[in-house]
Nanobody, 123 residues
């Protein structure tokens, strides 16, 4: 079992920044990849970014490239999503997920999920 706890959500004005953190615990040896997904009201959950836990390489969805940066802190078992130049359309509940398949953009490939953290960007 892998446990994931997100933190760092909140309310920010358009153009502002937030940093989300995902702290992992448990049998993390089974998680090769950590990803962030988001779900806005009335919409399907969508992929945001993923990181290869071992070597730190990342992939992003096109809409956040150049604005969001995903990084890991192995010593703290934490993955951080730095979100800059936020837009109202970034408003969603953000979920951290762990799975074996590196760089997968499919939520079905991730076995473990956090409880989610709300990000609201006002215009």
């Amino acid at each position: 079992q892998v446990q994931l706890v997100e933190s760092g959500g909140g309310l920010v004005q358009a153009g502002g920044s937030l940093r989300l953190s995902c702290t992992t615990s448990g049998r993390t040896s089974g998680a090769n990849a950590i990803a962030w997904f988001r779900q806005a009201p009335g919409k399907e959950r969508e992929f945001v970014a993923s990181i290869n836990w071992s070597i730190g390489t990342t992939v992003y969805t096109d809409s956040v490239k150049g604005r969001f940066t995903l990084s890991r802190d192995n010593a703290k078992n934490t993955v951080n999503l730095q979100m800059n130049s936020l837009k109202p359309e970034d408003t969603a509940v953000y979920y951290c997920a762990a799975g074996r398949t590196i760089y997968s953009r499919s939520s079905g490939e991730y076995n473990y999920w956090g409880q989610g953290t709300q990000v609201t960007v006002s215009s």
